[in-house]
């Protein structure tokens, strides 16, 4: 079968990814959620062309902080 290779990063392309392990509401942790979000991360640098400086992740995040991310990331999609 076909065998994946890196991918070269395209500039355009940015990419948020929140994952959340835990969670102020009862039973609804996801007891993967940041480990997942950093493997979304390298698959995205690996094999979709991203680079990893046009990712923010944001792991076990407040609201505040993935709100922060999100303008952050809007900011330099705008310079683009």
Request: no cysteine; glycine share 8%.
């Amino acid at each position: 079968g076909a065998t994946l290779g890196k991918v070269a990063s395209v500039p355009t392309k940015f990419a948020m990814i929140v994952g959340n392990t835990d969670s102020k509401l009862p039973n609804a942790g996801l007891a993967f959620g940041a480990s997942d979000a950093m493997a979304v991360r390298e698959f995205l640098v690996e094999f979709a062309g991203y680079s990893v400086d046009n990712i923010d992740l944001v792991a076990n995040g407040t609201a505040e902080q993935i709100m922060a991310s999100a303008l952050a990331l809007s900011q330099r999609v705008d310079d683009t």
